[in-house]
C-alpha cells in the first residue's frame, strides 16, 4: 500500500473539526457524455446494484451506458438552473448555510459539501478538509432514511479514503435522521407553508425513493425507517390514516422494488375519483431530477391523465430556515 505523502505537522497541533455535507450525485452538465460518466461511476458501486460484477459489467457497458446517457440528458435539461444541477445546487447552499449558521454560534468548524458519486468528489473533499487542519471529521451523509446503498456507500468511500491516507483523522458519522425532531418540524413546516398558499388537497402523497425488495430481506432498515418518517410526519400535521398515502419511486430494472409504486399509485388515486393530490418527498432533502422530473413533471401527467383534476408537488427542503436549523443541531449533537 503506497500512503500519500504528508507535510509534517506538530502532534500538539490544535484539534479542528471539519463537517462533510455528502450527497449522492449529478453529472457536471445535462449532455449524454457527462451523464455516461456519471452513471458509469455510479452503476459500478457494488453497494448499488448487488449483482457479481461478471455478469453486471458485459450488461452496464455492453447495454446501459450506450442506451440509457441519452434518455436521462434530456431529463436533466428539462430541470437544469442557470446556476447548474439542482442537487449541486441546493446541497452547496445548505454548506453555505450550515457553515454560517454554526459560526453564529461559536463553533470553529470548516464545512464543505462532496458527491459520492460526480463532483466535487468525497476523496478531494476530504484531502481538502486535512490540509486545511482538520483533525476530526464529521460526515454528515443527507439521506435521512439509511440505506447500504446510499448511507452505506458513502461509509465505503470514507474508508476507501483513509486506507490510502497516512495520518487519518478521527472520523465520525450521522448515519440516520429519519426520525429525528427537528427534520420531521421542518418536513411538516414545507407541508403548511404550502397549504396555507394553495390549500389542502384531498390526499397528500408521501413519495420516497425505492430499493429492491431483496435488500430489506437481506437486513436493510430502510423501509421501516421510511415508515416511520411518515408517520410522524402525518402526526405532525394531525392526518387522519385516509388523508395520506406512503408509496415507493424510481424504480430500475426487472427486480421487485419496494412497493406501492408511485406511479401506480398516482394513477390508481385518479381513477378512484381524488380529486387533487400533493406530493411530498421526505427521502430528499434537496431537490434533484427525481423530485423535479419524476414527480413534478412525469408525475403530474400520469395523476391528470389518468382523471385527476389538480396536482401539487411541494418542494424539497432545500434552503428552508427550519431544515437548516435541524441540520446545524444534528451537527453540533455530535461536535
Given at each position: ?15 479542528h473539526t471539519g463537517v462533510l455535507l455528502c450527497n449522492l450525485g449529478t453529472p457536471d452538465e445535462p449532455t449524454s457524455s457527462a451523464v455516461r460518466r456519471y452513471l458509469a461511476e455510479f452503476l459500478s458501486d457494488p453497494r448499488v446494484v448487488e449483482i457479481p460484477p461478471l455478469v453486471w459489467k458485459p450488461i452496464l457497458h455492453g ?257 428552508n430556515s427550519a431544515w437548516i436549523v435541524a441540520l446545524a443541531e444534528l451537527v453540533q449533537e455530535k461536535l
Amino acid at each position: 500500500m503506497l500512503f500519500k505523502p504528508e507535510p509534517a505537522v506538530s502532534n500538539a497541533q490544535a484539534p479542528h473539526t471539519g463537517v462533510l455535507l455528502c450527497n449522492l450525485g449529478t453529472p457536471d452538465e445535462p449532455t449524454s457524455s457527462a451523464v455516461r460518466r456519471y452513471l458509469a461511476e455510479f452503476l459500478s458501486d457494488p453497494r448499488v446494484v448487488e449483482i457479481p460484477p461478471l455478469v453486471w459489467k458485459p450488461i452496464l457497458h455492453g447495454v446501459i451506458l450506450r442506451t440509457r446517457p441519452s434518455k436521462s440528458a434530456e431529463k436533466y435539461r428539462k430541470v437544469w438552473t442557470p446556476e447548474g444541477s439542482p442537487l449541486a445546487v441546493w446541497t452547496a447552499k445548505q454548506a453555505v448555510m450550515l457553515r454560517g449558521y454554526l459560526g453564529e454560534r461559536g463553533h470553529r468548524v470548516t464545512v464543505r459539501h462532496a458527491m459520492r458519486y460526480g463532483n466535487p468528489s468525497m476523496a478531494s473533499m476530504l484531502d481538502e478538509l486535512k490540509a486545511e487542519g482538520c483533525t476530526r471529521v464529521l460526515v454528515v451523509p443527507l439521506y435521512p432514511q439509511y440505506a447500504g446503498s446510499t448511507t452505506g456507500s458513502v461509509i465505503d468511500a470514507v474508508c476507501s479514503w483513509s486506507s490510502r491516507v497516512r495520518h487519518v483523522p478521527e472520523l465520525h458519522f450521522i448515519n440516520r435522521f429519519h426520525d429525528d425532531p427537528g427534520y420531521i418540524r421542518a418536513l411538516a413546516r414545507q407541508v403548511s407553508n404550502h397549504w396555507m398558499s394553495h390549500g389542502r388537497p384531498n390526499k397528500l402523497v408521501m413519495s420516497f425513493h425505492g430499493i429492491p425488495e431483496r435488500s430489506i430481506k437481506l437486513g436493510d432498515p430502510y423501509q421501516a425507517e421510511c415508515l416511520e418518517t411518515a408517520r410522524l410526519l402525518a402526526e405532525r400535521l394531525a392526518l387522519k390514516s385516509d388523508e395520506f398515502v406512503v408509496c415507493f419511486q424510481s424504480r430500475f430494472g426487472k427486480a421487485k422494488w419496494l412497493e406501492p409504486y408511485t406511479d401506480k399509485t398516482l394513477h390508481r388515486l385518479a381513477q378512484e375519483g381524488v380529486a387533487r393530490v400533493d406530493v411530498v418527498c421526505p427521502g430528499f432533502v434537496s431537490d434533484c431530477l427525481e423530485t423535479l422530473e419524476e414527480i413534478a413533471i412525469e408525475g403530474k401527467e400520469t395523476f391528470l391523465e389518468a382523471g385527476g383534476q389538480e396536482f401539487h408537488y411541494i418542494p424539497c427542503l432545500n434552503d428552508n430556515s427550519a431544515w437548516i436549523v435541524a441540520l446545524a443541531e444534528l451537527v453540533q449533537e455530535k461536535l
